[in-house]
């Protein structure tokens, strides 16, 4: 069977791929004018089970509601970090239990990560980024096949990794401007001091003080506090330091407006080729984020319009793009470069 104008606004409830084994159009896609047109120049097996009626979830309603489950989730973890100022770590189950809705739907749900970043803000930004790397911690672990309990964990491992920021004067946490060379080592302070407040609970996994001491260790040894290098630093805080960045860079912060997924995923990528960031991480990571926007059009360098048709798995930074009926890969036309969506 062939999709026609009549499919037009449903939605694919799974890949389609030419009958070469490229992707066509990625599970979550709407369907467009302009996507049905171009299913018309392929060869591609489809069943009709494959089309539902757009979701409630696309709709506005369901973006407040995710906003609403997202923001809620940042005041209940402000309260859990409010009770570790106070010295007293609380239930680590009770905070899985507030993450794993968010991290299943991030899983799930092609378009829920669209929302998450649409939603992310600087206000409270300790708390929400720690929620966001605690997110995207366990999506990486989701991505790398790891099981559940492992998952969990390195969603914990997200949750706490900056608690040692409470105890950093806020002016500086918050300084719009560049910090000075005493400012910065009493920012890099965060890790020490997070960790001898988590290690007063006796109980604590060791990951979630490894998490909390080493995420900004790097594999090349130019990270803090230690310098550690290469297997010295452990694969849970690799994958963390990962999702750290990611955070980071693609939110708004008090001295640089937040960066889009393009320039995010160059940077690290960069991080990876300079042996930094593991780059059996990054890469899986990055494609993953990409292929969610499989059909997407996107502003070129140029001033040009495209629209994203393949991500490599070598380098998902570099996809195969359409512009008009001329496919460019970008690996092999370098002086060309994806700014930001178009829309």
């Known amino acids: 069977m062939r999709i026609s104008s009549k499919h037009i606004g449903k939605i694919l409830i799974d890949d389609i791929y030419s009958v070469s084994g490229n992707l066509l159009l990625k599970k979550g896609t709407i369907l467009t004018k302009k996507h049905v047109e171009s299913l018309q120049n392929h060869d591609y097996y489809f069943d009709q089970r494959l089309l539902v009626e757009q979701p409630h979830h696309l709709s506005k309603d369901y973006f407040h509601h995710v906003k609403n489950i997202y923001q809620n989730s940042v005041s209940a973890f402000q309260t859990i970090f409010s009770k570790m100022e106070r ?4 239930p680590l189950e009770e905070i899985h239990q507030m ?3 968010l991290v299943d739907k991030l899983v799930e749900d092609p378009v829920f990560i669209r929302y998450i970043e649409q939603v992310k803000s600087y206000d409270n ?8 790397v605690g997110i995207y911690a366990s999506l990486i672990g989701k991505i790398m096949g790891l099981d559940k309990e492992k998952i969990k964990l390195l969603g914990q491992m997200g949750l706490f990794h900056d608690v ?4 950093i004067d806020k002016t500086i946490l918050q300084k719009p401007g560049r910090l000075t060379e005493s400012e910065w080592n009493e920012i890099q302070r965060h890790t020490t ?3 001898e407040l988590l290690r007063k609970n006796k109980t604590i996994d060791p990951h979630i003080l490894q998490g909390a ?3 900004h260790e790097r594999l090349d040894g130019s990270g ?3 310098g550690i290098k290469h297997e010295r630093i452990p694969y849970f805080v690799q994958i963390l330091s990962v999702a750290d960045m990611y955070d980071a860079l693609s939110s708004e912060r008090s001295y640089r407006p937040k960066q889009n997924l393009f320039v995010t995923s160059r940077i690290l990528i960069q991080e990876a080729s300079y042996n930094r960031l593991n780059p059996a991480i990054v890469y899986p990571f990055i494609r993953y984020i990409f292929s969610n926007h499989i059909r997407d059009e996107v502003l070129l360098n140029n001033g040009q319009l495209a629209e994203i048709i393949f991500i490599h ?3 998902p930074h570099l996809p195969i793009i359409k512009i008009d009926d001329h496919f460019i890969d970008l690996r092999k036309h370098k002086e060309l470069e994806i700014l930001d969506f178009a829309n």
Request: proline fraction near 10%; glycine fraction near 6%.
């Open 224 to 226: 803090y506090p230690t």
């Open 313 to 315: 798995t070598d380098e």
């Open 193 to 195: 001091l997070g960790y």
């Open 164 to 167: 040692g920021k409470l105890l």
């Open 125 to 132: 930004y300790t708390y929400s980024h720690s929620l966001n």
């Open 87 to 90: 010295e007293n770590l609380p």
């Open 213 to 215: 001491l080493l995420h």
């Open 99 to 101: 993450l794993a809705p």
